[in-house]
C-alpha cells in the first residue's frame, strides 16, 4: 500500500545515470545546420576567448556566411549516408548501446553532445525524469582543455542551475596518463600497425590543437598531450626519432600549439620518408578531423610531398579496447554509488 497521496506525481524508483559526453556535430548537411552547430560551437567563449561584441560582429558576418559550405563539403565526404548523421554521432550512440549492456540494469547509460544534439541539458533533464538522481557525466576528452572539459563542466552548471530539483553529479577527471588508458591505447595502435602490410616509417601522434596563448594562460592540454604521447611512445617501444607529436585543425590567424601536423607531414615527405601512420589520442572516437582533416587531407599532403601512403589508424570508438576503457573509467569513478 502506498503512503503517497492519491494526487501525487509518480516518483521513479531511484537509479544511477551515466551520461558520456562527446563534442557534438550538425544534425544535417544543409546550409542552416552547418550555420547553427558552428554558431552555437564558436560563440563558446571557452572555445574562442574574445570579446564578446567584437567577436559576434566577425562571426555573424563572414565566418557564419561562408564557413558552414566548406565545412559541409568535409563532413560530406565522412557522412554516415544509412543512418544521415555523422559518424561520430553514430559511434557515440553505440559506445553507450554497449557500456548498457555491460552494465546491464544497475545503470542507465545515455549520451550527449556539448554542441548540437542530443543536449546535455535535454539528457540530464530526462534521466533525472527517469529516476537517476545521481549521473556521472564522463567528458570523452582524454586530456583536460578549457575549451573542451571545461566548457561540459559549464553547461552542466548551466543545466543545474535551472533545475529546481537537481541531480547529484559527478564529472570524470582527464585520463590522459592514467596506466590502464595508456596499456589498451597502445594495444590497439600495436593491433592496427601489425595489421598493414608494411610498418609505417614513422608514427605521428596528432592532438587537436588550441592557441598557443590558452597555454601561456595556464591551460594543461598542451603538457597532457606531450605526457600522452610519451607515454604511448615508450608503451609501444618506438624510438623518439621515428615517433613525432604534432597538433593540427588550427582556425584563424593567432599562433597555436605547434608543431602543425599538416607542416609536419610535409616535412617527412621532403625528408624523404615514404609510410606514415597517424594516431588520434586527444579523439576517442572517430569525426571530420580524424576521417576528413588526417585520414583525407593529410595523406594527400603527404603524397604531395613525395610520400607514398599516409595511414589515420582508427580512434577506439566503440571496440572491444575503447569500451574495456570506458568501463573501466565508469566503474572507477561510479565506487560508493555502485559497489
Known amino acids: 500500500m502506498s503512503l503517497l497521496p492519491t494526487d501525487h506525481p509518480k516518483v521513479p524508483s531511484p537509479k544511477l545515470g551515466v551520461l558520456l559526453i562527446n563534442l557534438g556535430t550538425p544534425d544535417a548537411l544543409d546550409y542552416w545546420s552547418m550555420r547553427r552547430y558552428l554558431g552555437e560551437f564558436l560563440s563558446d567563449k571557452r572555445v574562442v576567448e574574445l570579446p564578446k561584441i567584437l567577436w559576434q560582429l566577425i562571426l555573424q558576418g563572414p565566418i557564419l556566411t561562408f564557413r558552414p559550405k566548406k565545412s559541409a563539403a568535409a563532413y560530406r565526404q565522412i557522412w554516415n549516408n ?22 546491464g540494469d544497475a545503470v542507465r547509460v545515455e549520451f550527449a553532445m556539448r554542441y548540437g544534439n542530443p543536449s546535455i541539458p535535454s539528457l540530464i533533464s530526462q534521466m ?32 543545474l542551475k535551472a533545475m529546481r530539483w537537481q541531480p547529484t553529479i559527478r564529472v570524470s577527471p582527464p585520463f590522459y596518463d592514467d596506466p590502464e588508458y595508456i596499456r589498451i591505447l597502445a594495444r590497439s595502435v600495436q593491433t592496427q600497425i601489425d595489421a598493414l602490410d608494411e610498418k609505417p616509417d614513422v608514427l605521428v601522434a596528432s592532438f587537436h590543437g588550441v ?19 610519451r607515454l604511448l611512445r615508450e608503451a609501444l617501444g618506438w624510438p623518439e626519432e621515428k615517433f613525432k607529436v604534432a597538433f593540427q585543425s ?13 607542416e609536419l607531414i610535409e616535412d617527412l615527405g621532403h625528408q624523404g ?59 572507477r569513478e561510479l565506487k560508493g554509488w555502485l559497489d
Open 82 to 103: 544509412e543512418r544521415d548523421e555523422s559518424p561520430l554521432r553514430t559511434i557515440t550512440r553505440e559506445q553507450s548501446e554497449k557500456l548498457q549492456e555491460r552494465f
Open 128 to 159: 533525472f525524469d527517469q529516476g537517476c538522481w545521481k549521473i556521472l557525466c564522463i567528458p570523452m576528452y582524454p586530456q583536460y582543455a578549457s575549451s573542451t572539459t571545461g566548457s561540459v563542466v559549464d553547461k552542466i552548471g548551466d543545466t
Open 211 to 229: 592557441p598557443k596563448e590558452y597555454l601561456l594562460k595556464g591551460d594543461p592540454y598542451h603538457c597532457q598531450c606531450q605526457k600522452t604521447g
Open 250 to 262: 588550427r582556425f584563424g590567424p593567432k599562433e597555436w600549439l605547434k608543431p602543425y601536423a599538416d
Open 273 to 331: 620518408v615514404k609510410r606514415v601512420a597517424v594516431v588520434s589520442p586527444a579523439f576517442f572516437s572517430d569525426c571530420v578531423e580524424t576521417l576528413e582533416e588526417i585520414a583525407i587531407g593529410l595523406d594527400e599532403t603527404f603524397q604531395e610531398s613525395g610520400g607514398e601512403k599516409l595511414v589515420a589508424l582508427d580512434c577506439l570508438n566503440a571496440s572491444e579496447d575503447g569500451m574495456a576503457v570506458l568501463e573501466y573509467l565508469a566503474r
